[in-house]
């Protein structure tokens, strides 16, 4: 079954440094995702891109985040300057379009510490 | 604006004992549900999905959930639960197929042996 790849798995980082999670999206996939979960709390959405472009984001995603599609196959999300906060899991979601595909599938995630 | 509210943020069972995990949610049109568990330092994995037609909807791992449309509810249930259902369960709802998925709290579950 296709499923939704995610590197790293683990990322350790000093506070201020640029960070860059990647994605492998489900290859037939045309929406793409970034949610987080903070340690003990609720998955949040952080964006959506579809058509190259960002679609809808959350007040969580500010200006030290950006995502790209810098190729066919990689969706990626960078973070400019860390913060302590951003100590999160990362998960990357993909969905097929039109209504006869509801799932969006989920990738394995990013542990993010920020020291 | 779409929200989820799940009742009880830790619940616990008898091995063997029913499961019953509550999850209520707020749409002004019908949406697509879903609930998904995350194990110990693990991603998330979908449980069941609703999109049309029957409202009992039967996952994997023995669990299955009914959308109640008068209630809002799409609570998760299992007959008899396992040391291995231990878990976090998220129930999370989807106004189309190609839109954000909102989760709610969550409900760590515990099995007692």
């Known amino acids: 079954e296709p499923e939704v790849t995610q590197t790293p798995s683990h990322q350790v980082t000093q506070m201020g440094q640029e960070v860059i999670l990647r994605c492998v999206p489900i290859s037939n996939h045309l929406y793409f995702y970034w949610y987080r979960q903070i340690l003990g709390q609720k998955v949040e959405f952080l964006v959506s891109?579809?058509?190259?472009?960002?679609?809808?984001k959350s007040e969580i995603f500010d200006d030290q985040f950006s995502v790209e599609r810098p190729d066919g196959s990689n969706f990626t999300l960078k973070i400019r300057s860390t913060k302590l906060e951003d100590s999160a899991m990362y998960f990357c979601?993909?969905?097929?379009?039109?209504?006869?595909?509801?799932?969006?599938?989920f990738g394995p995630g990013t542990r993010l510490l920020v020291l | 604006a779409q929200s989820v509210t799940q009742l009880g943020s830790h619940v616990s069972v008898s091995e063997g004992a029913l499961v019953l995990l509550r999850c209520n949610y707020s749409?002004?049109?019908?949406?697509?549900l879903f609930w998904y568990v995350q194990y110990p330092n693990q991603g998330l994995q979908l449980l069941l999905k609703?999109?049309?037609?029957?409202?009992l909807v039967k996952g994997i791992n023995g669990f299955e959930a009914e959308f109640k449309k008068s209630e809002t509810s799409f609570h998760l249930t299992k007959p008899s639960a396992h040391m291995s259902d231990a878990a976090e369960y998220f129930c999370a709802v989807r106004k189309t197929s190609y839109d954000k998925v909102i989760f709610g709290p969550g409900t760590s579950l515990s099995v007692i042996p």
């Open positions: 609703y999109t049309t037609g029957a409202t």
């Open positions: 749409s002004s049109v019908p949406p697509y």
């Open positions: 979601a993909s969905s097929e379009r039109g209504e006869l595909s509801v799932g969006q599938y």
């Open positions: 891109f579809y058509n190259n472009e960002i679609s809808e």
